[in-house]
């Protein structure tokens, strides 16, 4: 019995230790990768948490420059990733201003960042009861980015599901790619905002309930955002898709 005790503490005090190291190199990662100190970003940094099995650290008054508009804002982001697994990160959060121009808030918004081996990591996102500038709301909203062997390029899938009283639940989905002017960079937080200002446009097919798939783009005009869908019967279309003030039927 003592010898199970002293094994027990002995491992106890290995792994304790373990962890205070290792949480003492992650913090100086996660600093770096978040660019803090640079002229870009600016936040406050929690210290980690989680003993014994989790990196736990939450980022609060987060605000990241863009070149061409207005800041990104989120008031608090929590970072976390298993003590055991450094190829997973999760991310939690419940709004952002200022992407693509809208701003956007989650009664649940979790997104993860996995990477096997690949030249960018898998991201996943899945928001729930999502507000786009308090007008468009969805019950769920979807999307997954993964890499292409073109650096350039990553595919991307989206699903949404909008509910609405005069047309019952609405179910949104897309396939298609996003490509970018640069090659995608994941290796800090300003590397992977700034792939926004850097994207060309998104392409693909949306598919809308029973509607056939529409071939659509996703481009900057001028200074705004448009969605351009080509439609041979854009009257059913549901109209709260066509009356966004940034989808353009042709």
């Known amino acids: 019995m003592r ?12 792994w304790s230790c373990y ?7 992650y913090s100086y990662k996660v600093s770096a990768w978040s660019d803090i100190c640079s002229a870009s970003v600016s936040a406050n940094l929690s ?11 939450k980022f609060t008054n987060l605000e990241i420059k863009q070149a061409n508009s207005e800041p990104i804002k989120i008031d608090r982001l929590d ?21 693509f121009g809208n701003n956007f808030t989650f009664s649940k918004g979790l997104a993860s960042a996995v ?45 949404a599901k909008k509910a609405n009283i005069k047309d019952n639940k609405i179910d949104l989905s897309f396939q298609g790619k996003i490509e970018l002017n640069s090659d995608f960079n994941f290796d800090s937080l300003i590397g992977f905002v700034s792939n926004i200002d850097k994207l060309v446009k998104i392409s693909g097919k949306l598919f ?20 351009f869908l080509k439609s041979e019967s854009p009257e059913k279309i549901p109209i709260f898709i066509r009356n966004l003030n940034m989808v353009v039927l042709n």
């Not at 962890?19 to 190199?25: E, R, T």
């Not at 210290?47 to 650290?57: A, H, Q, V």
């Open 3 to 14: 010898f199970i005790i002293f094994i027990t503490t002995l491992l106890a005090f290995v």
């Open 19 to 25: 962890w205070f190291i290792i949480s003492n190199k």
């Open 47 to 57: 210290k980690i948490r989680g003993f014994p099995n989790r990196f736990d650290t």
């Open 79 to 99: 970072v976390m990733r298993l003590s055991y697994d450094s190829s997973h990160y999760i991310f939690a959060v419940k709004s952002i201003k200022n992407i």
């Open 115 to 159: 990477s096997n081996g690949e030249v960018a990591p898998t991201i996943s996102f899945q928001g729930e009861d999502v507000a786009i500038d308090k007008k468009l709301i969805l019950e769920e909203l979807n999307f997954k980015i993964w890499p292409m062997t073109d650096l350039s390029k990553l595919n991307f899938s989206l699903f």
């Open 208 to 227: 809308i309930e029973d509607i056939k798939g529409l071939d659509t783009v996703v481009r900057k005009d001028l200074n705004s955002w448009k969605v």
